[in-house]
């Protein structure tokens, strides 16, 4: 980021530069280009501005969900994957109710590789 604002200032720089020679010879056209570059410069800036808010805006998102996971389905189940790895099974039906999802493995597993959701009691065959 610092070499673009390095960069927008070295252009600007250099158009002011030229705008002091073009008032010196007293050249309209070339003033009148240097204002429509400046004001350009000011637009492009606001755009970089525009998406350095939007990418730390998506960087916060990226992270919040690295840290909080996200649930996939996965082997007939929902699994949550976050930094600290991949966690499961939860209960695909209640994940799609949009209730929490309970997990259901641990003291509610089933027999096999079917599993009873302590929470709609349905089974579900984790693959
Ligand atoms: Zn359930």
Same mark, same amino acid.
């Given at each position: 980021?610092?070499?673009?604002? +390095?960069?927008?200032? &070295?252009?600007? %720089?250099?158009? *002011? #530069?030229?705008?002091? !020679?073009? =008032?010196?010879?007293?050249?309209?056209?070339?003033?009148?280009?240097?204002?429509?570059?400046?004001?350009?410069?000011?637009?492009?800036?606001?755009?970089?501005? +525009?998406?350095?808010? &939007?990418?730390? %805006?998506?960087? *916060? #998102?990226?992270?919040? !969900?690295? =840290?909080?996971?996200?649930?996939?389905?996965?082997?007939?189940?929902?699994?949550?994957?976050?930094?600290?790895?991949?966690?499961?099974?939860?209960?695909?039906?209640?994940?799609?109710?949009?209730?929490?999802?309970?997990?259901?493995?641990?003291?509610?597993?089933?027999?096999?590789?079917?599993?009873?959701?302590?929470?709609?009691?349905?089974?579900?065959?984790?693959?």
């Amino acid at each position: 980021m610092a070499e673009i604002i +390095d960069g927008f200032r &070295a252009l600007t %720089s250099s158009i *002011k #530069t030229l705008q002091k !020679l073009a =008032e010196a010879r007293k050249d309209g056209e070339i003033l009148s280009i240097t204002s429509n570059l400046l004001s350009n410069i000011v637009d492009l800036q606001n755009v970089v501005m +525009d998406l350095q808010n &939007a990418n730390k %805006s998506l960087e *916060k #998102t990226v992270d919040e !969900l690295t =840290e909080n996971g996200i649930f996939i389905f996965e082997r007939n189940a929902q699994w949550k994957v976050s930094n600290k790895g991949k966690h499961g099974p939860y209960c695909p039906g209640c994940y799609a109710k949009g209730v929490e999802a309970p997990l259901i493995h641990g003291e509610w597993a089933g027999m096999g590789n079917n599993y009873e959701c302590p929470v709609c009691h349905d089974f579900h065959t984790v693959m």
